[in-house]
């Protein structure tokens, strides 16, 4: 005989009186609510049709299956959390390789461990920088300055991204990688010197989300026209990355 509908209704109130989901009600019975639940059952059977002794203990067992299942589900996920801080707490001070939360590919030392979410997240701080890039480009011999400049309440403010020395050399440095870029609130707008000596800024390009880390400057110096008047004032601020122990690639032994 399935379960009947008043020792579903039962069972119902008391999972709102226990605020608990299902599993753990049923599974948390105490002796006087097991008795209400199994008078229930017997005083709303069919006459016609009654319980068995044999029915009536499998119905027990069954519930008290499934909270003991729900119970050991959360010893074993408490294991694997404690598991993994001690993994994330080792990997402090160590560098590696990893993808970030924001999908940025990064290389960089942990410097802390927290909990979000009941998940343990690695924090990497990366300064930024300049590299040659493997991209196609029209960057021609010379050195070469780069600036990011973003607005703000106060007006706009710039970070120094770093200089590089290039060959022009075609499949070497005909392109420029700038990484761990600043994140900011809106728009950044990337700026170079053509190499010359000058000092002079110009407009290489615009980053249209305030959080991507990286661009890739292409631009001859011909290329460049949109001069920055007034260098504003600058400031310094590393990237601040989050990474899953689920998202680490290598881990490097210093």
Excluded: C
């Excluded at 002796?31 to 029915?55: H, K």
């Excluded at 920088?129 to 960057?139: H, I, K």
Aim: glycine share 10%.
């Amino acid at each position: 005989m399935s379960q009947i509908p008043a020792l579903q209704d039962r069972i119902a109130s008391q999972q709102s009186k226990s605020g608990a989901g299902a599993a753990n009600a049923i599974g948390n019975l105490n002796l006087d609510a097991f008795f209400d639940l199994m008078i229930a059952e017997l005083q709303n059977q069919d006459p016609l049709n009654p319980l068995e002794n044999d029915q009536l203990l499998a119905q027990i067992n069954q519930i008290r299956q499934v909270g003991a299942t729900d119970k050991l589900t959360e010893t074993l996920d408490s294991v694997l959390l404690g598991q993994n801080i001690t993994s994330a707490t080792g990997l402090i001070g160590k560098q590696v390789e990893a993808l970030s939360d924001d999908n940025q590919r990064i290389n960089g030392d942990v410097l802390r461990v927290s909990i979000e979410d009941g998940e343990p997240k690695l924090h990497i701080e990366l300064p930024s920088s300049v590299a040659p890039s493997t991209a196609d480009g029209e960057v021609g011999a010379g050195e070469y300055e780069y600036l990011a400049v973003w607005d703000t309440d106060r007006g706009p403010i710039g970070q120094k991204i770093g200089t590089l020395r290039t060959t022009g050399q075609s499949g070497t440095d005909t392109a420029v990688d700038l990484r761990n870029l600043p994140a900011t609130d809106g728009p950044k707008r990337i700026y170079r010197t053509k190499g010359d000596g000058s000092g002079q800024f110009y407009l290489a390009g615009q980053i249209p989300d305030g959080s991507q880390a990286s661009f890739t400057d292409r631009s001859s110096n011909d290329g460049l026209s949109t001069a920055l008047g007034v260098v504003p004032p600058l400031v310094t601020q590393s990237r601040q990355y989050t990474v899953k122990l689920s998202n680490l690639s290598e881990v490097y032994t210093k």
